[in-house]
Nanobody, 129 residues
Framework: QVQLVESGGGSVQAGGSLRLSCTASGYTLSRKCMGWFRQAPGKEREGVASIYKIDAFSSYVYYADTVKGRFTISQDNAKNTVYLQMNSLTPEDTAMYYC???????????????????WGQGTQVTVSS
């Protein structure tokens, strides 16, 4: 049974940084697509970043346009953990952040919600102006 547990959320001022972590159990992240999503109140859940790590030296990473240049996704296979480093945060980044494991089909490039079949419980990020 796949279990994903996020941590690292919190409250920061605009311009600040946070690093989110997602640790998996019952599931090996190597050569699997993992994604970070977020959902703000009253809005649909949206993809933020995804990663497909081939080995210690090669990964495919993808970002939503809204976070490119500010967020960095990474993965530590030894710790079975995916990270989301978030810099230059703005109030528009306020949301519940979720990590998810994608199913075996399709490309890691896309953020279709139905393509991800295991989800964490989420961690709240609040950015004040």
């Amino acid at each position: 049974q796949v279990q994903l547990v996020e941590s690292g959320g919190g409250s920061v001022q605009a311009g600040g940084s946070l690093r989110l972590s997602c640790t998996a159990s019952g599931y090996t992240l190597s050569r699997k697509c993992m994604g970070w999503f977020r959902q703000a109140p009253g809005k649909e859940r949206e993809g933020v970043a995804s990663i497909y790590k081939i080995d210690a030296f090669s990964s495919y990473v993808y970002y939503a346009d809204t976070v490119k240049g500010r967020f960095t996704i990474s993965q530590d296979n030894a710790k079975n953990t995916v990270y989301l480093q978030m810099n230059s945060l703005t109030p528009e980044d306020t949301a519940m952040y979720y990590c998810a494991a994608r199913g075996p089909s399709g490309s890691c490039r896309t953020f279709g919600l139905s393509d991800y079949n295991s989800w964490g419980q989420g961690t709240q990020v609040t950015v004040s102006s």
